[in-house]
Nanobody, 114 residues
Framework: QVQFVESGGGLVQPGGSLRLSCAAS????????MGWYRQAPGNQRELVAT???????DYRASVRGRFAIFRDNTKNTVYLQMNVLKPEDTAVYYC????????WGQGTQVTVSA
């Protein structure tokens, strides 16, 4: 079955960095467009970044230039490098296919606070 396991979140000060990882299984990973999503308290889940099988990247405007998405097809893993973090980046981060499947992992909490 489809499964996503996210990791790498934590508490970081504004301006800091984190690298998130997501191990996927049950999908044809190397031929699947992947995305990172996030959901802050009281907000809807939003798409943060995507990477196609051909390494075409896309980012929401608020993270462009600060976040980088990349993938390792040998490990069925997608990563999100987050730099210059801001308090408004605080959220639970999830990975999924794009378009999203109905399966979600547990997510990883990212908290940006002084």
């Amino acid at each position: 079955q489809v499964q996503f396991v996210e990791s790498g979140g934590g508490l970081v000060q504004p301006g800091g960095s984190l690298r998130l990882s997501c191990a996927a299984s049950g999908i044809a990973f190397s031929s699947t467009k992947m995305g990172w999503y996030r959901q802050a308290p009281g907000n809807q889940r939003e798409l943060v970044a995507t990477i196609s099988p051909f390494q075409i990247l896309d980012y929401r405007a608020s993270v462009r230039g600060r976040f980088a998405i990349f993938r390792d097809n040998t490990k069925n893993t997608v990563y999100l490098q987050m730099n210059v973090l801001k308090p408004e980046d605080t959220a639970v981060y999830y990975c999924n296919t794009e378009p999203q499947s109905t399966t979600w992992g547990q997510g990883t909490q990212v908290t940006v606070s002084a």
